[in-house]
């Protein structure tokens, strides 16, 4: 799709559009207030600063539309909208040992118990040990750390998403 296609959506097909790049609510909203945009680097920067301004739980609200890494059943049923970007980005999870599997799943039950909400990592080209490594490097950071760190994981993830939407 193009930019220009883009910004003649229909509003209801450019929040559904937006919406499979960045699950929060504020920031499908003031993005689609930011239409018609004149080029994709108006169109990243915008996603960026308006991502930056959202709170906590606009944050949490889009890590809530993510399966946890390594959940391939979750991928096929919960994220149905997103399953083939998110199959794309956790490519590398498929080919994992039984092992790393394993430690991803324990080590995703302890970050959900104590930070509230899944691990997010921006997967894309990263095998599944380093996706294990950094979960197990963000695990004793403090709720405040790790937020932040965690909004900042979606931006890329989000980029991304824009630019694979903008990808004819």
């Given at each position: 799709m193009t930019v220009a296609a883009l910004n003649s959506l229909p509003l209801q097909e450019l929040q559904e559009a937006l919406r499979r790049c960045c699950g929060a609510t504020a920031w499908v909203a003031g993005m689609c207030a930011r239409f018609p945009v004149k080029d994709a680097e108006t169109l990243f920067s915008a996603a960026s600063a308006i991502w930056r301004n959202c709170t906590e739980a606009d944050w949490k609200e889009?890590?809530?539309?993510?399966?946890?890494?390594?959940?391939?059943?979750?991928?096929?049923?919960?994220?149905?909208?997103?399953?083939?970007?998110?199959?794309?980005?956790?490519?590398?999870?498929?080919?994992?040992?039984?092992?790393?599997?394993?430690?991803?799943?324990?080590?995703?039950?302890?970050?959900?118990?104590?930070?509230?909400?899944?691990?997010?990592?921006?997967?894309?080209?990263?095998?599944?040990?380093?996706?294990l490594q950094q979960l197990q490097e963000r695990l004793p950071h403090t709720p405040q750390q790790e937020i932040r760190i965690a909004m900042q994981e979606q931006e890329k993830i989000t980029k991304l998403r824009l630019e694979k939407l903008l990808t004819p």
């Open positions: 889009a890590f809530a539309h993510h399966p946890q890494i390594g959940d391939l059943s979750a991928l096929r049923e919960k994220f149905a909208a997103t399953a083939q970007w998110a199959a794309g980005e956790q490519s590398a999870v498929q080919q994992a040992d039984e092992a790393t599997l394993q430690a991803l799943a324990a080590g995703n039950r302890q970050y959900l118990e104590k930070f509230g909400y899944i691990f997010i990592v921006c997967a894309t080209g990263k095998p599944a040990a380093d996706m």
